[in-house]
Each structure stands twice: as structure tokens, then as C-alpha cells.
């Protein structure tokens, strides 16, 4: 049965080094090969600033934000790899649609090999030694979240989720995020441009209750924080994210 545990503290650097394919807090690179050794090659590591301390947060629900640029899509990638030393792991990437999910496919193509993952085109899945899974799907709507009813991914991420209209879509995909065993750790992570079908759910549930960025926040029994990226900040203010 799935067991239902808080979100373990990820700054902990014994859990840290039991994370296989990143280096320890410091440094945080994705590497090649399944255990962390001398000799490999740094595949992906994180820029300074809002990017790693997005990877860093332990908050369950954690958002995000900015324009175009910032890293985004690349932080909820690589964040996806945190846990596929585990043989119960399962994460989730979305998108609105297939077609826009295509860029983050052919990315994982070119680097998730090198972490000895092995794809599977038909299912859109990546296996790993261990038995974990990272899985890439679509939700554009509440008919379409329904297609992961009685699923568990203990990893979910949604790139653009300012795209979908519904906030029930999320509070459904959160009753997807379980673990199937008790040290695995429960993370909701999400990227949003300013604007779109979506944008005033989602600055209600971030922005306008994580008041400040990188903060962790207790919001209904659960934990969320809210990144902006450094590199838009002054136009995201005045957009609202």
C-alpha cells in the first residue's frame, strides 16, 4: 500500500549522497553512471541562485516562475533524476500536450542514456537499473488527468502549468504524489510564465501566498514555496510573477 509520510529534509547531507546521479549539495551536477565515483562526466549542473535553491527546497509544492530564459524547464528535467537509485521511484513530467513536451524529450535523449536510463518510445518512459521510472505525459484538462486515476508517481512535474486552466487538475495530480515506500521523498514541482489560461490560479496559490521568494511556507497542511527568476525579475513583478 502506499505509505503517506512528510517530505524528508533534502539539505540533509547523508540523504544527499544516497542520490546517485547528483553530486552532494555544493556542486549538484548530473553525471554519468548510476553511483556517484571520481572520474565522470558532468552531464548538467544547475546555475547559482534561483535554480538551485528551486532544486533545493523542501517544500512539497514548490513553483518556478519567469519568462522565457532561467532554466526552468531544465530544473524540472534533471530534478525528476533525484531518486531513480530507488527500485520504487516513479516521477512524472507534463505538459499541455505531446507536441510541446517534444524539446524535453529530445533533451532527456541526449543525457539520460549517459545515467544508464534505457527509453522506451512507445511508453514514453525512462527505466534505470534499479527498476525507477521518470514517464512523460500530456494534461491540458480535468478529462485528462483522469488518465493517471490509481497511478502514484512520488515525483510530478508540470512545465508551463500556467497553460492549464483548472486548479483542480493540480489538487487531482496531488492526490497522484505517493510513495510506495517510507524513504522516498514526495516533491510537486512546476514551472509558469506570466500570463496564459491558468495564470490567475496558480499566482493565487504561489505568488500571492509565498510571499517571498525561496521561503517556505505551511499552507493547508502542506508545504509550498514560490522562485522567480533572476533574470526577468522587474518584468515578472509587474506581470504579477
Known amino acids: ?3 503517506e509520510r512528510p517530505v524528508a529534509d533534502w539539505r540533509d547531507r547523508e540523504g544527499l549522497e544516497r542520490v546517485p546521479a547528483l553530486e552532494p549539495l555544493e556542486e549538484r551536477a548530473v553525471k554519468t553512471g548510476d553511483r556517484l565515483s571520481g572520474g565522470q562526466t558532468v552531464l548538467w ?12 527546497s523542501t517544500a512539497h509544492e514548490a513553483l518556478y516562475g519567469g519568462m522565457a530564459g532561467g ?28 507536441p510541446e513536451l517534444r524539446e524535453l524529450m529530445d533533451r532527456a535523449l541526449t543525457t539520460f542514456a549517459q545515467t544508464r536510463g ?14 525507477a521510472t521518470v514517464e512523460f505525459g500530456y494534461c491540458a ?3 485528462d488527468v483522469m488518465q493517471y486515476q490509481g497511478q502514484e508517481f512520488c515525483f510530478i512535474g508540470f512545465d508551463e502549468l ?10 487531482y495530480l496531488l492526490s497522484r504524489n505517493r510513495a510506495a515506500a517510507a524513504d522516498l521523498v514526495l516533491q510537486m514541482r512546476a514551472s509558469a510564465n506570466p500570463g496564459g489560461p491558468g495564470h ?10 509565498c510571499t517571498e521568494p525561496g521561503r517556505v511556507y505551511d499552507v493547508d497542511g502542506t508545504t509550498r514555496a514560490f522562485f522567480r527568476s533572476e533574470e526577468h525579475t522587474s518584468e515578472l513583478q509587474s506581470h504579477g510573477y
Open 1 to 3: 500500500m502506499p505509505v
Open 45 to 56: 549542473a544547475p546555475h547559482p541562485g534561483p535554480q538551485t535553491a528551486f532544486l533545493q
Open 71 to 98: 532554466g526552468k524547464s531544465d530544473a524540472l528535467l534533471y530534478g525528476a533524476l533525484r531518486q531513480v537509485h530507488h527500485p520504487k521511484y516513479r516521477a512524472l513530467i507534463l505538459r499541455r500536450t505531446f
Open 118 to 131: 534505457r527509453w522506451h518510445e512507445q511508453s514514453k518512459r525512462w527505466t534505470w537499473p534499479s527498476g
Open 141 to 143: 484538462s480535468y478529462g
Open 162 to 171: 500556467g497553460q492549464v486552466a483548472e486548479e483542480r487538475v493540480w489538487t
Open 200 to 209: 490567475g490560479w496558480v499566482k493565487r496559490r504561489f505568488v500571492d501566498v
